[in-house]
């Protein structure tokens, strides 16, 4: 009987290629982390910051379901949508509790283009009623589960104001007490890497005088200049920002008419689903994959307002759902007339693909052989599907219990494993 193979690697060659490897270790530990599992919203809302009013979410919410409702109701519009009678039936009442219960997931308070140059006196009034408000809406319970400013840009001619907007906000914030858990800052017109560190530098500055966390204060980068996209040195600057400031970037997000205005498309053209468009958002997506930076689609102009309500929610819902397709699961949203378009195509999304993806996942978690063989990381792109799904309001954790047989604990742990092996280590 022959004998048994020995490796031919020795101890110390075994050590000497961790060596090697060391630093590699270290920055996909650090810089990699992937997705850390938490709830990411399907859009956001922009509005004027002095605008905004407790009751604001509410206000457009039920401004949103009138409009639905004299349009023919929910289910018609599933029908404009493309949605088959039984799919339109399952997603209405599902968008009518959420425009009653949380119209808006995510929030933000526009002192950029929305706000314009009103003077500092004014902006400086505003900042601090803005931090008011919000503060007075989550002691409510009224505010959307994520919310938070736009301040002007880091170009030299708005550095100073916006910089001091962030500080009012932020600082008047802190002062009423407890920052609001799902605080978002958003730093727009994004050119250069450069501009990221001053704004790292900037909130860690702000923690440090507010005694906050390290990492407390993160914030989104709006990707609207090509600069971003292909530097003058013909790398792409956005691939560098998440290892410039390791976990401090919570998103990146696309600006449709910024970016496409300053690559000379005209007016006509311009939207989400141009060439452009697609191209810089495939780069941001390869920039930010395994980061745990969140990435999120533009906006599109046109409203349904007046006789085109019709033709606006189906050109909505059709971008909306082709966002979802090609992995943007957030979105922006300009007007209340676009929310019942924006949950009716997202909440048809997840529950035409739950019965596929739970059958799937059954068979992976029960190692039943079907018709397709899953590997683990398919596994962990079905579970993230369905967890979207249920974080949402699309579809119900007993509906996935059914279906999948997992639960909502185990279906987090399929779709983040790293997360959990963490927890319990």
Not at 84 to 99: F, H, I, S
Not at 267 to 295: C, N, W
Request: charged letters at 20%.
């Amino acid at each position: 009987m022959a004998a048994s193979p020995m490796p031919s690697l020795s101890a110390g060659d075994l050590a000497d290629i961790d060596r090697q490897l060391g630093a590699t270790d270290r920055l996909l530990e650090q810089n990699y982390p992937g997705d850390d599992g938490s709830r990411q919203p399907v859009h956001t809302v922009y509005v004027p910051a002095d605008r905004f009013t407790p009751s604001f979410a509410a206000d457009w919410g039920a401004e949103s379901l009138a409009t639905a409702n004299a349009h023919g109701g929910l289910e018609k519009l599933g029908s404009l949508l493309g949605q088959d009678a039984g799919l339109a039936a399952a997603v209405a009442p599902r968008v009518e509790a959420k425009l009653a219960g949380e119209p808006i997931e995510d929030l933000r308070l526009d002192f950029e283009d929305g706000f314009g140059d009103r003077g500092d006196d004014a902006e400086d009034t505003a900042a601090v009623a803005a931090a008011s408000a919000v503060a007075a809406a989550v002691a409510a319970g009224s505010a959307p589960p994520f919310i938070g400013i736009r301040f002007k840009c880091f170009e030299a001619a708005t550095r100073s104001r916006g910089l001091r907007t962030l500080d009012l906000f932020v600082s008047a914030l802190a002062s009423a007490g407890e920052l609001p858990e799902g605080l978002v800052l958003t730093l727009p017109k994004v050119t250069t890497v450069a501009q990221v560190k001053a704004m790292d530098y900037a909130v860690s500055r702000l923690e440090d005088v507010h005694s906050l966390p390290a990492g407390r204060l993160r914030f989104e980068v709006q990707v609207e200049t090509p600069q971003l996209i292909l530097g003058p040195d013909g790398t792409s600057p956005v691939a560098q920002l998440p290892h410039a400031v390791p976990g401090r970037i919570s998103g990146l997000h696309y600006g449709t008419y910024d970016y496409s205005a300053s690559l000379q498309i005209s007016a006509e053209y311009q939207s989400m689903e141009h060439p452009v468009a697609d191209f810089a958002k495939e780069v941001m997506q390869l920039a930010v994959a395994g980061t745990g930076i969140r990435l999120s689609d533009g906006s599109t102009n046109i409203i349904p307002v007046g006789d085109n309500v019709e033709n606006a929610w189906q050109l909505h819902g059709r971008l909306v759902r082709r966002s979802l397709e090609r992995g943007y699961y957030q979105g922006w949203d300009l007007h209340p007339a676009q929310l019942p378009s924006r949950f009716a195509a997202t909440y048809a999304f997840y529950r035409q693909g739950l019965p596929a993806a739970a059958a799937r996942l059954r068979n992976y978690v029960e190692q039943t052989e079907g018709g397709v063989m899953d590997e683990p990381a398919t596994a962990r792109a079905l579970a993230a599907f369905v967890l979207r799904g249920v974080q949402c309001g699309a579809v119900g954790a007993d509906e996935v219990q059914a279906l999948a047989g997992v639960g909502i604990p185990q279906l987090t742990a399929l779709a983040h494993p790293r997360l959990a092996t963490t927890s319990n280590s």
